[in-house]
Every structure is written in C-alpha cells, then in structure tokens.
C-alpha cells in the first residue's frame, strides 16, 4: 500500500492532545489516527451515487 499525506489544520488544544494521548498509549499520532479511522464503520453505499474514486479525482 502507498502511503499519502494528509493536512490537517486543528487547534492547540486539539493537537496537545492527541499528543499526551499518543505518548499515554506509546504510540505515534499517525497510530492513533489510523486506529480510529480503522474503528469506523463502513457505510452502505447506494450503488446510483457516484463515488470518486483515486483515478477519477487525480488530475
């Protein structure tokens, strides 16, 4: 798997944190991140919605 970027733009407090969080839990705040999206769940999708996808959006 290819590994991409993300920006995020969050407060101070926010970040501080998922940083004690991060350090809490000996893990990086990329592990903590990946952890929770990883803990979403999967939604039904109606098959007539078009949904980019990575070829359709990469100009």
Do not use: C, G, H, V
């Amino acid at each position: 798997m290819k590994n991409k970027t993300l920006n995020l733009r969050i407060s101070e407090r926010r970040l501080n944190k998922l940083r004690l969080y991060s350090a809490w839990k000996d893990k990086t705040m990329t592990q903590i991140l990946e952890d929770f999206i990883d803990s979403l769940p999967t939604p039904e999708i109606d098959k007539k919605i078009a949904i980019p996808t990575p070829s359709s959006t990469d100009s």
